[in-house]
């Protein structure tokens, strides 16, 4: 296997001061492993704007490149336009852009409906100044009413701008391959890093798929439940599924992975060096 697969990862800015400082501390560790680069999230409709602008000025210029993510719905061009020219003007060049879920209680779509929208309007903006990731979804977008749209509306992100795509986390690697290659079908070529999740919790890898879709297969669900409490257990049987299932992706042709680290080092840490890609 290759030891020069590209690997990135993700945070969530977080809620207090004290667990910034603690992310500063994952993003120090996490930096060790020479990742192309970090991506921040951004709630719905901007809800952890500061948040996330604070978390990009803790890390920006401090090892890898910082890539902000950017949600469009219920949001407006000008306020997205002025994100625009700020992270600009911070030397970042990198933005992972997403339609993102409407704030709860909030009535129509914005300016900026759908990501593609947000995708031609970055272009429209700031010309070629940025690299656009736009999210891609293996198992289909749990929105989408066929994979037919779902292919085509992949197609028109890529079609508006987008230079690459990171995938919703899965644990199905046929699912992966099979989506590749109906992109290529459909003449898209850009590059698709697959989304890891490690598995070290079980209730929260189970609410974190319920909530997004990604399906859980059955018989990882039957055998975490065995494991009761027994966190040791759970993390070792995470832990070979998730290198297993990585292995597999890369020896298919996926060209980076894309750890989603839920802000701890350990899990991801572990898994790029098992993997020999550290």
């Known amino acids: 296997m290759?030891?020069?697969?590209?690997?990135?990862?993700e945070f969530f800015p977080t809620k207090t001061d004290v667990g910034a400082e603690k992310l500063k501390v994952v993003h120090q560790e996490l930096q060790l492993l020479n990742p192309e680069f970090f991506s921040v999230t951004y709630g719905a409709g901007g809800s952890t704007r500061e948040r996330t602008l604070s978390t990009i000025n803790d890390f920006n210029g401090k090892g890898a490149p910082v890539a902000p993510h950017l949600s469009c719905i219920g949001d407006d061009k000008a306020r997205i336009a002025e994100l625009l020219d700020l992270y600009k003007s911070q030397g970042i060049d990198r933005i992972v852009a997403l339609r993102g879920d409407l704030p709860s209680?909030?009535?129509?779509?914005?300016?900026l409906p759908y990501a593609a929208d947000l995708v031609r309007f970055i272009r429209e903006y700031s010309g070629?100044?940025?690299?656009?990731?736009?999210a891609a979804y293996p198992e289909m977008h749990p929105q989408a009413e066929s994979f037919d749209q779902d292919i085509q509306h992949f197609v028109e992100k890529v079609q508006a701008g987008a230079n690459a795509a990171l995938t919703q986390f899965f644990f199905n690697p046929d699912a992966y391959f099979y989506f590749v290659e109906r992109i290529q079908k459909a003449g898209i070529d850009i590059p698709v890093a697959p989304?890891?999740?490690?598995?070290?919790?079980a209730s929260n890898l189970i609410r974190f798929a319920d909530g997004t879709g990604a399906?859980?297969?059955?018989?990882i669900r039957k055998q975490l439940a065995t494991y009761g409490d027994d966190t040791a257990s759970i993390k070792a049987f995470g832990h070979e599924v998730v290198v297993k299932f990585c292995e597999r992706l890369l020896a298919g042709g996926a060209p980076s992975l894309h750890f989603y680290t839920m802000n701890t080092t350990?899990?991801?840490?572990?898994?790029?060096?098992?993997?020999?890609?550290?």
């Open 215 to 219: 399906e859980i297969p059955r018989w």
């Open 128 to 134: 070629d100044h940025f690299k656009i990731e736009v």
């Open 105 to 111: 209680g909030q009535v129509g779509l914005g300016e």
């Open 195 to 201: 989304g890891i999740m490690p598995i070290s919790n």
């Open 266 to 278: 350990d899990p991801t840490r572990q898994l790029v060096k098992d993997l020999g890609l550290a």
């Open 2 to 9: 290759s030891k020069q697969i590209p690997i990135s990862f």
